[in-house]
Protein backbone atom coordinates (compact mmCIF):
# COMPACT_ATOMS: atom_id res chain seq x y z
CA UNK A 1 0.00 0.00 0.00
CA UNK A 2 1.21 3.37 -0.90
CA UNK A 3 1.53 6.11 1.28
CA UNK A 4 -0.07 9.12 0.36
CA UNK A 5 0.49 11.79 3.14
CA UNK A 6 2.38 12.33 6.05
CA UNK A 7 3.11 8.94 8.34
CA UNK A 8 1.62 8.79 11.69
CA UNK A 9 4.94 9.79 13.23
CA UNK A 10 5.16 13.12 11.61
CA UNK A 11 1.75 13.68 11.92
CA UNK A 12 1.36 13.51 15.67
CA UNK A 13 4.81 15.68 15.88
CA UNK A 14 3.34 18.05 13.35
CA UNK A 15 0.30 18.51 15.79
CA UNK A 16 1.90 18.86 18.75
CA UNK A 17 3.71 21.79 17.36
CA UNK A 18 0.58 22.75 16.09
CA UNK A 19 -1.06 23.05 19.85
CA UNK A 20 2.38 24.53 21.20
CA UNK A 21 1.82 27.48 18.62
CA UNK A 22 -1.90 27.87 19.91
CA UNK A 23 -0.91 28.27 23.35
CA UNK A 24 2.23 30.66 22.61
CA UNK A 25 -0.44 33.04 20.48
CA UNK A 26 -3.14 32.55 23.69
CA UNK A 27 -0.36 33.65 25.55
CA UNK A 28 1.13 36.59 23.80
CA UNK A 29 -2.19 37.85 23.22
CA UNK A 30 -2.97 38.10 27.03
CA UNK A 31 0.59 39.85 27.78
CA UNK A 32 -0.41 42.23 25.16
CA UNK A 33 -3.32 43.20 27.78
CA UNK A 34 -1.51 43.26 30.79
CA UNK A 35 0.41 46.01 33.04
CA UNK A 36 3.13 45.49 34.64
CA UNK A 37 1.05 45.50 37.59
CA UNK A 38 -0.96 42.85 36.30
CA UNK A 39 1.63 40.86 35.25
CA UNK A 40 3.52 40.61 38.06
CA UNK A 41 0.18 39.92 40.58
CA UNK A 42 -0.08 37.32 42.47
CA UNK A 43 -3.55 36.41 43.43
CA UNK A 44 -3.22 34.63 46.77
CA UNK A 45 -1.26 32.20 48.55
CA UNK A 46 -2.44 29.74 46.86
CA UNK A 47 -2.29 30.54 43.01
CA UNK A 48 0.28 32.05 40.60
CA UNK A 49 0.47 35.11 38.93
CA UNK A 50 1.84 35.23 35.19
CA UNK A 51 5.29 36.17 36.01
CA UNK A 52 5.86 32.83 37.58
CA UNK A 53 3.45 30.31 35.48
CA UNK A 54 5.38 31.68 32.34
CA UNK A 55 8.74 30.95 34.88
CA UNK A 56 7.47 27.50 35.70
CA UNK A 57 5.79 26.80 31.45
CA UNK A 58 9.58 27.45 30.52
CA UNK A 59 11.28 25.24 33.00
CA UNK A 60 8.74 22.38 32.75
CA UNK A 61 9.62 22.76 28.66
CA UNK A 62 13.00 22.55 29.08
CA UNK A 63 12.77 19.52 31.70
CA UNK A 64 10.80 17.26 29.59
CA UNK A 65 11.32 18.42 25.98
CA UNK A 66 14.98 20.23 25.74
CA UNK A 67 16.18 17.91 28.50
CA UNK A 68 14.31 14.81 28.63
CA UNK A 69 13.56 14.07 25.17
CA UNK A 70 16.50 15.90 23.46
CA UNK A 71 18.91 15.15 26.05
CA UNK A 72 20.31 18.04 27.09
CA UNK A 73 21.22 18.85 30.52
CA UNK A 74 18.59 19.27 33.23
CA UNK A 75 18.64 22.53 34.04
CA UNK A 76 15.32 23.12 35.81
CA UNK A 77 15.74 24.76 39.12
CA UNK A 78 11.64 24.52 39.78
CA UNK A 79 11.66 26.02 43.57
CA UNK A 80 12.76 29.60 41.68
CA UNK A 81 9.66 28.97 38.90
CA UNK A 82 7.37 30.41 41.92
CA UNK A 83 9.64 32.85 43.55
CA UNK A 84 7.51 35.90 43.84
CA UNK A 85 11.15 38.54 43.45
CA UNK A 86 11.09 40.54 40.43
CA UNK A 87 14.62 40.31 40.19
CA UNK A 88 13.95 39.29 36.47
CA UNK A 89 12.53 42.18 34.03
CA UNK A 90 8.97 40.97 32.57
CA UNK A 91 10.71 41.21 28.70
CA UNK A 92 13.38 38.74 30.29
CA UNK A 93 10.89 36.06 31.71
CA UNK A 94 8.76 36.72 28.58
CA UNK A 95 11.16 35.96 25.62
CA UNK A 96 12.90 33.27 27.54
CA UNK A 97 9.37 31.38 27.40
CA UNK A 98 9.10 32.05 23.72
CA UNK A 99 12.67 31.34 23.20
CA UNK A 100 12.50 27.53 25.02
CA UNK A 101 9.13 26.94 23.45
CA UNK A 102 10.34 27.70 19.76
CA UNK A 103 13.21 25.47 20.78
CA UNK A 104 11.01 22.43 21.70
CA UNK A 105 9.07 23.03 18.41
CA UNK A 106 12.42 22.61 16.61
CA UNK A 107 13.20 19.40 18.54
CA UNK A 108 9.82 17.76 18.47
CA UNK A 109 9.96 18.25 14.13
CA UNK A 110 13.70 16.92 14.52
CA UNK A 111 13.13 14.54 17.04
CA UNK A 112 13.46 10.74 15.28
CA UNK A 113 10.87 8.18 15.06
CA UNK A 114 12.90 5.78 17.72
CA UNK A 115 13.10 8.26 20.25
CA UNK A 116 9.18 8.37 20.61
CA UNK A 117 9.17 4.76 22.22
CA UNK A 118 11.90 5.30 24.01
CA UNK A 119 11.33 5.57 27.50
CA UNK A 120 13.21 7.73 29.75
CA UNK A 121 13.03 9.20 33.30
CA UNK A 122 11.70 12.78 33.38
CA UNK A 123 11.12 14.41 36.76
CA UNK A 124 10.76 10.93 38.44
CA UNK A 125 8.12 10.13 35.92
CA UNK A 126 8.91 7.51 33.09
CA UNK A 127 7.76 8.28 29.94
CA UNK A 128 8.05 7.79 26.64
CA UNK A 129 9.14 10.15 23.96
CA UNK A 130 5.46 10.22 22.90
CA UNK A 131 4.26 10.72 26.60
CA UNK A 132 6.49 13.45 27.00
CA UNK A 133 5.25 15.34 24.19
CA UNK A 134 1.72 14.91 25.58
CA UNK A 135 2.70 15.69 28.83
CA UNK A 136 3.93 19.26 27.47
CA UNK A 137 0.98 20.00 25.43
CA UNK A 138 -1.17 19.37 28.28
CA UNK A 139 1.00 21.32 31.10
CA UNK A 140 0.90 24.48 28.18
CA UNK A 141 -2.45 24.12 27.77
CA UNK A 142 -3.63 23.72 31.31
CA UNK A 143 -1.31 27.17 32.54
CA UNK A 144 -2.44 29.03 29.26
CA UNK A 145 -6.02 29.13 30.64
CA UNK A 146 -4.85 30.18 33.81
CA UNK A 147 -3.02 32.83 31.77
CA UNK A 148 -6.24 33.45 29.88
CA UNK A 149 -8.57 33.29 33.21
CA UNK A 150 -6.67 35.96 34.71
CA UNK A 151 -6.33 38.44 31.84
CA UNK A 152 -10.25 38.07 31.74
CA UNK A 153 -10.72 38.60 35.58
CA UNK A 154 -8.33 41.71 35.62
CA UNK A 155 -9.14 42.92 32.03
CA UNK A 156 -13.12 42.01 32.00
CA UNK A 157 -12.06 41.37 28.09
CA UNK A 158 -13.24 38.81 25.62
CA UNK A 159 -10.04 37.46 24.34
CA UNK A 160 -11.28 36.79 21.24
CA UNK A 161 -9.02 33.53 20.56
CA UNK A 162 -11.87 32.07 18.29
CA UNK A 163 -13.01 35.13 16.78
CA UNK A 164 -12.12 33.88 13.20
CA UNK A 165 -14.53 30.88 13.99
CA UNK A 166 -18.13 29.44 13.47
CA UNK A 167 -18.28 27.29 16.58
CA UNK A 168 -21.67 26.25 15.65
CA UNK A 169 -20.69 24.31 12.66
CA UNK A 170 -21.57 20.83 13.15
CA UNK A 171 -19.28 17.57 12.06
CA UNK A 172 -19.74 16.52 8.35
Not at 52 to 58: G, K
Request: proline content about 3%; glycine content about 8%.
Amino acid sequence: MEQTGPSLSEDFKEQAVVRIQESMDKIQGCLKELDDTMFWAIPNTNSNGVAQLLRHLQGNIGQYIISGLGGNPDLRDRPAEFDASTDADRETITSSFVEVARNAQDLIRAVPDSVLLERKRVQGFELSGLGIILHVVEHLSYHTGQIAYLTKLYRNIDLGFYRDFDLNQKNE
